[in-house]
């Protein structure tokens, strides 16, 4: 249960840090994505129902001043002939003070007034203002006299300069006030009547204090049409021809009359396409009207990932950097923190552009950074504290390893002398004059053969323990390797004679070759020992060599009981004995294939097996050819 604790004490963290994150408002990020993806956005076309009438610089020195009402009725009669399905207008006509005292901004007569409420009064002509009306206000008109007859919507600009990322930038359209559905929206609904009544309804619709809002989907401005607005008063002259006027179709369509004269900043707006450090005004009011207008006529509202899903996207993925940064090296960690941002910021992209859907990133950002550099520390503190522990095991295991090391050694020389006494006293007992019974005479043999078996593990365990302390040297001496097996087979025929086992040694004319005779004999020693002693009775035993160009080879194929596959990658380790040896009742120390590969490996050669269960085992020594000079 510790262990348990412990290792989820990581996850435990990061999900506390997501969560105190997530209690800080980060918005800075979260825009700059956005406006990032906005103008990189791929390409999105506008609805074609948002047409932009301009007053600019061209009309100013093409009329020699700014239009008056006369002209502007012949513009808006023009226009309305060609069955728009509203005619928006966002130029002011007059301003006021708070005496009330009326200034018009454009030349008039009351004749240019009558015509102008003629037109008002038939067509659906309205001025833009920016005042929202409350519930229940029965003065809607906010035009004062000579035009306090035209007809107004509320549309009112705004600006993220005390709400979200306060940088003064226009990201969102107003739909309602106070259940009051206001002029974009209105706009909007006169060209799509299909749009639902409800303005909750709209994608990405969102509620703010009393009203209902959605972020504009801005698309480049070069997507709506834009007429001059001199070109109307004319629509033959020759620099309008480009335009066709003619056959212009504003039939149910909503025609914005503006102007982009460049006089105050307050007629533009900083919307996601201004760049720069000082996010430079780069549209008009007008233009922006356009893009809510079109915004909700497309219904493509930019909708906001809930919390409850940035929550959980924030610790999933801290989960994910723990487990990387905590199974793999920190460098691992820092990958996955980087393959986490990748992904998000494309997957983002990618949902931004074609569902307008916004996951808001800073949050999730910093959250997934704070949970990696205050993780890393903690990790470094427990690897210190895991390398203190090995350590401590390391030196305690190397002082238990030499005391078993020096004890082995210590073991084994003083038991080898009372074993050759054992040994020399049987051997008088077998040539003294006196004749034995034949129970005395098996006895004897049977305290020889236990003697030299209990040599034979004396002598296993002190040549590991050398192994163990670096104390093997070879003694090389030119040897023809066929004489060292006959001695060997010599030595093992009176073990094979009793099991009734028949030893063939096949050889082949051999050159002498470099090699530690002793160690060299003990290699053939215990192979052809354990063949014999895991070989059934009246069974055979095949040795060979033959010579290549660089080795010389060695063969010891038995009919023995053979070696499961699963167990032949461990036969070469030390004191490792098979489990169907270990279950019968043939001894050993489980150190003579680990002696013998290692002697054969110190004379630079290589020792193999292959096995079959129930058919034998083959075990190749090859050693390198070192010919005596």
Request: glycine residues 4%.
């Amino acid at each position: 249960m510790k262990l348990r604790l412990s290792s989820l004490i990581p996850y435990i963290i990061s999900v506390a840090i997501v969560f105190f994150i997530f209690q800080i408002p980060i918005n800075g990020v979260d825009y700059y994505l956005s406006d990032l993806f906005t103008r990189y956005q791929i390409s999105h076309q506008a609805s074609n129902q948002v047409v932009l009438v301009t007053i600019s610089q061209s009309t100013i020195r093409k009329l020699g001043q700014e239009p008056n009402l006369n002209q502007w009725n012949l513009v808006l009669n023009t226009i309305f002939k060609k069955n728009p399905a509203a005619v928006f207008i966002t130029k002011d006509f007059a301003v006021w003070d708070d005496d009330t005292e009326t200034q018009a901004l454009i030349e008039y007569s009351q004749d240019d007034i009558n015509k102008l409420k003629q037109l008002s009064d038939n067509n659906p002509l309205y001025f833009q203002v920016d005042r929202m009306f409350l519930s229940g206000e029965k003065t809607l008109s906010k035009l004062k006299a000579p035009f306090d007859f035209l007809k107004t919507l509320s549309a009112p600009k705004t600006s993220d300069s005390a709400l979200f990322a306060k940088d003064g930038v226009t990201r969102r359209v107003l739909l309602d006030y106070q259940s009051q559905p206001l002029g974009h929206y209105f706009l909007a609904k006169k060209v799509k009547p299909t749009l639902p009544d409800d303005v909750v309804k709209l994608n990405g619709a969102f509620e703010l204090y009393d009203s209902n809002q959605i972020w504009i989907d801005y698309i480049p401005i070069e997507n709506f049409k834009d007429l001059a607005f001199e070109c109307f008063l004319d629509l033959n002259s020759d620099t309008c021809k480009d335009e066709n006027l003619l056959d212009l179709d504003l039939s149910k369509k909503i025609v914005i009359v503006n102007e982009d004269l460049g006089k105050s900043f307050k007629k533009y707006v900083k919307t996601p396409y201004s760049k720069g450090a000082s996010l430079l005004p780069e549209m008009s009011v007008s233009q922006m009207h356009a893009q809510a207008i079109d915004t909700i006529i497309r219904n493509s509202g930019v909708r906001f990932a809930s919390y409850g899903l940035k929550l959980a996207l924030a610790i999933l993925l801290g989960f994910f950097i723990v487990y990387v940064s905590f199974l793999s090296r920190p460098t691992y960690g820092f990958l996955g923190l980087s393959l986490s941002f990748i992904i998000l910021i494309i997957s983002h992209y990618l949902f931004f552009n074609i569902f307008k859907w916004h996951l808001q990133m800073g949050s999730i950002f910093l959250a997934l950074l704070s949970v990696y550099y205050v993780l890393l520390p903690y990790r470094l503190v427990i690897e210190q504290r895991k390398s203190w522990e090995i350590e401590q095991k390391h030196k305690i295991l190397s002082q238990v390893e030499e005391l078993k090391t020096n004890f082995i050694s210590m073991m084994s020389h003083d038991l080898k002398t009372p074993i050759a006494r054992i040994q020399g006293m049987a051997d008088v007992i077998v040539t003294d004059a006196h004749i034995l019974s034949l129970k005395q005479r098996e006895a004897v043999d049977m305290i020889k053969a236990s003697s030299e078996d209990l040599l034979r593990v004396l002598n296993a365990i002190l040549n590991y323990a050398k192994i163990e302390s670096g104390g093997v040297q070879l003694k090389m001496q030119p040897k023809d390797l066929n004489r060292i097996i006959e001695e060997v087979i010599l030595q093992a025929q009176f073990l094979a004679k009793l099991k009734h086992v028949q030893i063939i040694f096949e050889e082949e004319p051999l050159f002498p070759i470099s090699i530690d005779p002793d160690l060299i004999k003990q290699v053939f020693n215990n192979i052809l020992e354990n063949a014999i002693k895991y070989s059934p009775e009246n069974t055979k035993i095949l040795v060979t060599t033959e010579e290549t160009e660089s080795h010389v080879r060695v063969q010891i194929s038995d009919q023995g009981m053979g070696i499961s596959e699963q167990e032949l990658e461990h036969i070469f380790s030390k004191f490792y004995r098979s489990q169907k040896v270990r279950s019968s009742q043939i001894k050993g120390s489980g150190l003579g294939l680990y002696l013998s590969n290692y002697f054969v490996r110190l004379h630079g050669g290589v020792l193999t097996v292959e096995s079959q269960v129930s058919l034998g085992s083959t075990f190749t020594v090859e050693l390198p050819i070192v010919k005596s000079s």
